[in-house]
């Protein structure tokens, strides 16, 4: 069982920066991919960037350039650092760990002020 506690949403100004932090607790041994997900009202929740446990990144083309996806392995954390960040970018922001079993954490807002 794998236990994830994001952190670090908030109130930003267009063009500011946000770090939001996932905290993972319990066998995350297991856990092949870590996401970011997020979704705006109205809309599906959509996949922001992902990162492999060997360490490979990938990103939405939205976010490519803005955002960056990295894990501190003996914090058991993953970050996600948000730069220019774009009233669009306006959601709730989830963890995802992806190890055969899907875990979720509970979601952080992120909110973008023109």
């Known amino acids: 069982q794998v236990h994830l506690v994001e952190s670090g949403g908030g109130l930003v100004q267009a063009g500011g920066s946000l770090r939001l932090s996932c905290a993972a607790s319990?066998?995350?041994?297991?856990?092949g991919i870590w996401r970011w997900h997020r979704q705006a009202p109205g809309k599906q929740r959509e996949v922001v960037?992902?990162?492999?446990?060997?360490?490979?990144?990938v990103y939405a083309d939205s976010v490519e350039g803005r955002f960056t996806i990295s894990r501190d392995h003996a914090k058991r954390t993953v970050y996600l650092q948000m730069d220019n960040v774009k009233p669009e970018d306006t959601a709730v922001y989830y963890c995802?760990?992806?190890?055969?079993?899907?875990?979720w954490g509970q979601g952080t807002q992120v909110t973008v002020s023109s």
């Open positions: 960037a992902s990162i492999t446990s060997g360490g490979r990144a």
């Open positions: 995802n760990a992806d190890g055969g079993a899907n875990y």
């Open positions: 319990g066998t995350i041994f297991s856990i």
